[in-house]
């Protein structure tokens, strides 16, 4: 049995493609920059938090990294509106995503902060900054640049993952390569332009994640 492959009918819907893509960043940005923040948040309660707050910090992100995102997803999606809280494919995703990352990016970012030394803590209250002058100025930046390897690759993961968020009608790539493939049954195709873009996609977060960490967030 002879496969003619058509990429030609894949690439003709690049609209759509390039679409798809769009999405895709969009949602990995903003939930990559709100998830992050939310980690930090949540490394620094877990690492010096009263111990009420390390509990409930503790059950949230062993709640969310032992379940799988897709439920964590339509939870959001299809179980909110049970409540009265009705969101959008697009919002529920990024909601979805930020939970998602967060969880992670929480005990990653704690392993940086707890290998921080302690005389750098004790050098820094001595200089007379306060407890939060010196998490951000003292103890953050060498945490990120310890675990910012580790945090790149999560975002990644979190990238890679939002290709479920098609189940809910948000439009990113594997949406649009599911559309495609309905329209002129192309699937072989579709889904492997799709493989091809989200590889493309990671190595390029990836490559400028390592650029930007050093030279904002971190020092070089």
């Known amino acids: 049995m002879r496969v003619e492959l058509d990429f030609i009918a894949v690439l003709s819907q690049w ?12 949602l990995t940005v903003i939930s990559a920059v709100i998830g992050v923040v939310v980690g930090v948040a949540f490394a620094w309660a877990r690492s010096h938090g009263s111990v009420w707050l390390k509990a409930v910090v503790g059950t949230y992100v062993e709640l969310i990294r032992n379940t799988p995102f897709i439920v964590q997803l339509f939870f959001v999606f299809f179980g909110l509106p049970a409540a009265g809280i009705k ?23 704690r392993a940086g902060i ?41 975002i990644i993961i979190v990238m890679l993952g939002s290709a479920v968020c098609g189940q809910i009608s ?3 790539l594997s949406y649009a390569a599911n559309l495609i493939q309905s329209r002129n049954f192309r699937a072989f195709e579709a889904y492997i332009v799709a493989t091809l873009v989200y590889l493309a996609l990671a190595i390029g977060v990836r490559q400028l994640l390592n650029w930007l960490g050093p030279r904002f967030l971190f020092g070089r």
């Open 15 to 26: 609209p759509l493609l390039a679409k798809g893509v769009a999405w895709t960043v969009g």
């Open 87 to 109: 969101l959008s494919p697009e919002l529920a995703s990024i909601i979805a995503m930020v939970i998602n990352l967060s969880a992670y990016a929480t005990e990653i970012i």
């Open 114 to 154: 707890d290998a921080t030394p302690k005389g750098q803590i004790e050098a820094a209250m001595s200089l007379a900054l306060n407890r939060m002058q010196t998490f951000v100025r003292v103890v953050l930046p060498p945490a990120l640049r310890k675990v910012w390897p580790s945090l790149v690759s999560q």
């Open 170 to 172: 948000t439009e990113e």
